[in-house]
């Protein structure tokens, strides 16, 4: 077979070998595995929203964002939970950051968000508002929902 590859046995071998941890996050009452890695659609469609500059994304690029960044099932199973668009720009503001920053403590990086905020969200002030961004290549740091006058 002199012109085949077998990619399921590469990535086999590679996931074997060294592959990252899934990041796991709880909600709804249970622990849940996200992907390893983040997936192609998500790099694509946060390249296409940081094309926009430096704003607020809308509700709608919250929930498409989160259906590309998310495990089908997962996404589904918060979905069918009554998840809003707000837990969801939370979800983003935590995970986000886990997958840039460095393969190390994702898990003491998700508690350090936590204890940072009070109510729903992780990194929220008393008054609501987010008090810390994410770094400027996260495109969930410019999350919050857009004023329309």
């Given at each position: 077979m002199g012109r085949y590859y077998d990619f399921d046995a590469a990535w086999a071998e590679a996931t074997s070998k060294d592959a990252p941890e899934p990041v796991r996050v709880k909600a709804f009452g249970r622990e849940w595995a996200l992907h390893a890695q983040v997936p192609a659609a998500a790099i694509l469609i946060g390249a296409r929203l940081m094309e926009g500059g430096d704003r607020e994304l809308t509700d709608p690029e919250v929930i498409a964002f989160a259906q590309a960044l998310l495990p089908e099932q997962?996404?589904?199973?918060?979905?069918?939970?009554?998840?809003?668009?707000?837990?969801?720009?939370?979800?983003?503001?935590?995970?986000?950051?886990?997958?840039?920053?460095?393969?190390?403590?994702q898990?003491?990086?998700?508690?350090?968000?936590?204890?940072?905020?009070?109510?729903?969200?992780?990194?929220?002030s008393p008054a609501g508002r987010r008090s810390k961004r994410t770094g400027s290549g996260s495109t969930a740091s410019r999350s919050r929902r857009r004023s329309t006058g």
């Open positions: 997962v996404y589904e199973a918060w979905i069918s939970a009554g998840i809003s668009v707000e837990q969801l720009r939370d979800v983003l503001a935590v995970i986000v950051p886990l997958y840039m920053g460095p393969g190390g403590d898990e003491g990086e998700a508690e350090a968000a936590q204890q940072e905020g009070s109510g729903s969200s992780p990194q929220s």
